[in-house]
C-alpha cells in the first residue's frame, strides 16, 4: 500500500535463534557489519554524489534495431531531444543529466570509442606508473588550444583536477583519493593518490566529467561557465541562440584541434520533458535523435524511427537497514535472503518492461564489469518462508519503504514487489515522497528505491556498498568480505581484478543487501539519416561523435 505517512517501525523481536534449524545461503556476521575499526576505509565524501548523476555516466551497452528508410536530412544540423535541462554546463558541477549538454564543447582527454576501448583524445598516451594503481602518468597532445585561445598544457591539467575537486559535482567524488597532481614537464602531468584507483582512464574519459578540460582563464571566472562553454571540443556553446532550460546550441569552434572529427555545422538540444511531445517531435521532423522510455518505443518502431537500448539500470529495493536499527528482522541474513527468493523477477520483469528488461539478482549487466552468470536466488516462496520462519519470522513482519513521487515506474515496480512478499507474509508499506524529499530522509527508512545505472565495480562500491558510499549506503553498513576484495581490486592489475570484481559481485548478492528485479532500459530512438555508431554489446558513443547516415 501506498501512504503519506511518517515511518513506524517494524515490531520488535523475532531475533535469530542460536543454533537455527535451517541455514542461510550464506554464513555472515548479523547485518553484514565490521567490527568497530574498519579494516578498509572507503575513499569518497558526500559532495555533490547523487544516483541520478550516475545513471546516465555509465557507458550503456547496445541493441540496435531499424525500421523502413524514411527521408529527410539535417542540413547540417544535428537536433537534440532530451527530457531533463543541465543542472549546469559548467563540467565541474553538472550531473549525469548535463553529460549531453557539456559534451559538444569539452573534449576528454581520454576517449571511450563506440566499441568500448579507450582512445588518445587531449592526451596521447597514458599510464600507471609501478603497481599498485597509486601514480599514474599522462601525455598531452601538442599544439592544442581552447576555444578561448588558451593553449593545453600540464599546467592546465592540474589546474583542472584541483578545481574539479573543489567543485560541488560528480567527478570531486571520484577524484578524492587525488594526493598531489604535478606537471613534470610542459606536456606531461603526473597524479599521485592516496590510495588506489584503477578506473583512472574510464574517470578521464567523457563519461564522468574528469577529463572534459576547462580553460584555465575560465576557470579563474568560473561564474561565466554557466552560459558560455570553454573548452576544446569541437563546438562552442552559442548563447544568443540559447535559452537555459529551453533549448541549446552549439556552433564550430574555430580552434578545434581536429576539425575532420567534426561531422555536424551545428547542434541543437531541445529540452522535451513530456516524452510523447518529444516522440511527436521525433517523427515530424523537428528533432533527430530523442531519449525515452519503453512506453514510446513501439510508437517509434511504428512509425519507421530506429532503437538503440540498453538494460543498464538496475531497478527494485534497497535494504538498507542491515543492521536491523529500524526493521529488527533485516538484520539477520537469512531474511534478506528470503526476500530475495520471494520475487518472481521474470514475470515481474515481463509484465512491465516486455521484452525490453533483463530479469537480474545482481547490480551487474551481462557482458560488463563484474557480472556473474550463476544466478544465486531462484524463485521459491516455500524456501522463502522457510527461511523466515527459521530466523524466528513465521508470520513475516512490516517493511516500511520509501520511494519518489516520480518518476511513475518506482511505484509500479515497488507495487509488484510488495505484490509477491506478502505471499509470504510481509506487508511492504510504501511511502511516497517528493523526489527532494526522499532523497534525504533515507535514514529514515529501512527500504528504498533501487534505480542505480550499471558501473564499473569500483565506481559502484564506492556509490553503493562499501561503508562510506555516497549518498546510497544511509546506515553505513559493512562487510569485512567486501571490504578486503575492494582492496584487492583496487590494487590489482587488469586481469587479476576481473575476478575479483566478481567475486564482489556475488558477494554483495549473498548478503542480500539489495533486492534488484531487473534491468531497466535506456533507449535512443532516431531518424534514419542520422548514424549513431552504436554496435550491439558495446557503450553507446557520445553526441560528438554522431555522424550523418550515409
Known amino acids: ?22 541455514p542461510p545461503l550464506i554464513s555472515a556476521p548479523r547485518g553484514g557489519t565490521t567490527p568497530r575499526t574498519p579494516r578498509f576505509a572507503p575513499l569518497l565524501s558526500r559532495r555533490g554524489f547523487t544516483a541520478s548523476g550516475l545513471v546516465l555516466g555509465a557507458g550503456v551497452a547496445l541493441s540496435a534495431c531499424g525500421g523502413p528508410h524514411r527521408s529527410g536530412g539535417t542540413s547540417g544540423t544535428l537536433r537534440i531531444g532530451q527530457p531533463l535541462p543541465p543542472v549546469s554546463l559548467d563540467p565541474a558541477k553538472g550531473g549525469g543529466e548535463s553529460l549531453l549538454y557539456v559534451g559538444p564543447a569539452y573534449d576528454p582527454l581520454i576517449y571511450r570509442a563506440p566499441d568500448g576501448s579507450y582512445q588518445p583524445r587531449l592526451a596521447t598516451t597514458w599510464r600507471y606508473i609501478g603497481t599498485g594503481n597509486t601514480a599514474f602518468e599522462m601525455t ?9 585561445g588558451t593553449p593545453l598544457n600540464a599546467a592546465a591539467v592540474k589546474a583542472n583536477i584541483d578545481y574539479f575537486r573543489r567543485s560541488a559535482g560528480q567527478a570531486a567524488a571520484f577524484l578524492a583519493p587525488v594526493e598531489d597532481v604535478r606537471a613534470t614537464g610542459e606536456l606531461t602531468v603526473r597524479i599521485t593518490l592516496s590510495a588506489p584507483d584503477p578506473q583512472l582512464p574510464a574517470l578521464f574519459s ?3 566529467f574528469a577529463g572534459n578540460m576547462i580553460s584555465p582563464a575560465a576557470i579563474a571566472r568560473p561564474g561565466a561557465l554557466a552560459t558560455r562553454s570553454a573548452g576544446a571540443g569541437p563546438y562552442v556553446l552559442d548563447p544568443g541562440q540559447s535559452v537555459t532550460g529551453d533549448h541549446y546550441a552549439y556552433v564550430p569552434n574555430p580552434r578545434y584541434w581536429n576539425r575532420r572529427d567534426r561531422h555536424y555545422d551545428k547542434i541543437t538540444i531541445k529540452v522535451l520533458p513530456n516524452e510523447n511531445t518529444a516522440l511527436a517531435a521525433l517523427k515530424t521532423g523537428q528533432v533527430d535523435v530523442i531519449s525515452g522510455g519503453y512506453a514510446i518505443v513501439d510508437g517509434a518502431k511504428a512509425a519507421g524511427m530506429r532503437v538503440a537500448s540498453s538494460p543498464s539500470i538496475a531497478m527494485g529495493l ?6 536491523g536499527r529500524l526493521c529488527p528482522p533485516l538484520a539477520d541474513v537469512r531474511v534478506r535472503q528470503a526476500l530475495n527468493l520471494a520475487v518472481d523477477r521474470a514475470r515481474i520483469t515481463r509484465a512491465l518492461l516486455g521484452g525490453y528488461g533483463v530479469p537480474t539478482e545482481q547490480l551487474a549487466a551481462p557482458g560488463q564489469d563484474g557480472y556473474t552468470g550463476t544466478p544465486f536466488y531462484t524463485y521459491d516462496p516455500a524456501r522463502a518462508r522457510a527461511l523466515l520462519a527459521a530466523a524466528g519470522h513465521p508470520g513475516g513482519f512490516t517493511l516500511p519503504a520509501l520511494i519518489p513521487t516520480a518518476p511513475a515506474f518506482y511505484q509500479d515496480i515497488v507495487q509488484a514487489v510488495a505484490a509477491d512478499l506478502a505471499k509470504i507474509g510481509v506487508t511492504v508499506r510504501i511511502t511516497a515522497k517528493e523526489p527532494a524529499a526522499a532523497a534525504t530522509e533515507l535514514t529514515r527508512y529501512p527500504a528504498s528505491i533501487l534505480g542505480w545505472g550499471v558501473l564499473p565495480t ?3 562500491g564506492r556509490g553503493l556498498w562499501l561503508r562510506d558510499a555516497v549518498g546510497m549506503n544511509p546506515f553505513h553498513s559493512s562487510d569485512p568480505v567486501l571490504q578486503d576484495l575492494d582492496r584487492k581490486a583496487a590494487a590489482a ?8 570484481d566478481r567475486q564482489i559481485v556475488r558477494r554483495v548478492v549473498e548478503l542480500g543487501w539489495f533486492l534488484p528485479v531487473c534491468l531497466s ?10 548514424d549513431l555508431g552504436a554496435r550491439p554489446g558495446r557503450p553507446l558513443p557520445s553526441p560528438s561523435s554522431w555522424r550523418p547516415a550515409a
Open 1 to 22: 500500500m501506498i501512504d503519506g505517512s511518517t515511518l513506524i517501525s517494524a515490531p520488535r523481536g523475532g531475533t535469530t535463534p542460536r543454533t537455527p534449524r535451517f
Open 140 to 148: 598531452l597532445r601538442p599544439g592544442v588550444t581552447f576555444s578561448d
Open 206 to 208: 567523457q563519461d564522468f
Open 318 to 323: 534497497q535494504l538498507n537497514d542491515r543492521a
Open 458 to 460: 569500483y565506481f559502484m
Open 493 to 500: 592489475g587488469e586481469r587479476t581484478r576481473a575476478g575479483l
Open 521 to 530: 532500459p535506456l533507449f535512443y530512438l532516431y531518424r534514419d539519416d542520422v
